[in-house]
């Protein structure tokens, strides 16, 4: 961090008598983004549940705060059997405030536990809004803003992680991904056979940091810049969604693949899943169907 550290406040936030959970959204890359709230928040709670306890305490430092409270950890790991001791406290009327390595707490990191349980229990929650990946990659990618879903992390082998994209083919959502940079070129290669190759898109890396780069366009064009570099930092896809009639029409087998999806995860019957299918792949539910009785008799021969 350059120059002077911010001043903050001194004053500790309002505490309520029944406890209280605080998401605290932290900086993704410049400790300059850190909010006053933030600051106070971290100096006045009772308990910081923290996903890395070395990266806090390195901004802690640098905001030149000393906790009033106890740090622990809270991971994926941990989190499920911590949880309860958390809103323990939280019911005997702690400030519990949880932070993640970077931006805010639920969103793909630890948190949505604990909020779950807490709202269960009868405590209040609130948030320290802070700077998201999700929200900067999709406002600096140049892709449309007014419709958007999140998808977080694909799955990690290559055949889950092209049914997921099949699902996907037909979202007429701008959609973001997080992705480790090791898997990042065989995702893009994925995304661009199952979206098709010219599908726009955004590759957003270290965003905010030093060494920022966002690299646009087809999805086929980013597949073979990401496998002829190495790549390295926190990365975000942003992809453009389906325009009603110029998408990759579906293979039978995507078709039918994608009606057993939504039968085994999604608990759907069968008439259902395809009604489904067909209405977002735009194609007669006869077409679904026959799709599926193919993939069946295909499997039991």
Known sequence: MTGSSPEF?????????????????????QDEDASPRLAAELSSADVIATEDTRRLKRLLRVLGI??????????EANESARTPDLVRELVGGARVVVVTDAGMPSVSDPGYRLVAAAVEAGVRVTA???PSAVLTALAVSGLPVDRFCFEGFLPRKG??????????????????????PHRLAASLADMAAAFGADRPAAVCRELTKTYEEIKRGGLGELAAWADAGEMRGEITVVVGGAVAG?????????????????EEAGGLRRKEAIAEVAAEAGVAKRVVFDAVVAAKEAAEG
């Open 128 to 130: 320290v809004p802070g």
């Open 9 to 29: 406040p001194t004053h500790s936030p309002t505490r309520s008598p029944a406890g209280l959970l605080v998401l605290a959204g932290t900086p993704i890359g």
């Open 159 to 180: 055949g889950g992680r092209s049914s997921r994209l099949a699902e996907l083919a037909a979202e007429p959502r701008t959609m973001v991904f997080f992705e480790a």
């Open 246 to 262: 110029t998408g990759r029409e579906l293979t039978a087998a995507e078709l039918a693949e994608l009606v057993f999806t939504r």
């Open 66 to 75: 000393t906790p009033a409270g106890r740090i622990v950890s809270y991971f």
